[in-house]
């Protein structure tokens, strides 16, 4: 006989079918991805903490912040959503539509909306 994989049970009907019902299939998939969602949770989370604190600091028009201070506002530089090297300013670290540069080694970071550098490139 067989048994659904979720809650084994004993299945009747299709020879093919491997769950008793819709809540069964439903429940075995997501525990079976729920270490994977989990991490990718976590990761969208700081992510949208780090776009959070850019857009705060651009709409108090702050363009430079020591990487101290930001850090302190929960800020983590290891999240963003892409990377560019400019030519004449170096690495630029995007999170979304923000874009940010430590520049020369110092603990300064500037703040720039992606459309502001993309129109001027």
Do not use: W
């Amino acid at each position: 006989m067989r048994t659904c994989l979720a809650c084994d049970t004993p299945i009747y009907g299709r020879v093919d079918k491997k769950y008793c019902d819709h809540n069964c299939r439903n429940a075995f998939h997501n525990e079976r991805n729920r270490s994977n969602r989990k991490y990718v949770q976590s990761v969208n989370r700081n992510l949208a903490k780090n776009h959070r604190i850019l857009e705060e600091l651009i709409e108090n028009e702050v363009v430079e912040v020591k990487v101290q201070l930001i850090k302190a506002m929960g800020f983590k530089p290891q999240f963003i959503t892409s990377c560019e090297i400019d030519e004449k300013e170096g690495p630029l670290f995007f999170i979304y539509d923000y874009c940010y540069q430590q520049i020369n080694e110092q603990i300064v970071i500037k703040i720039r909306e992606l459309e502001t550098y993309r129109n001027s490139a």
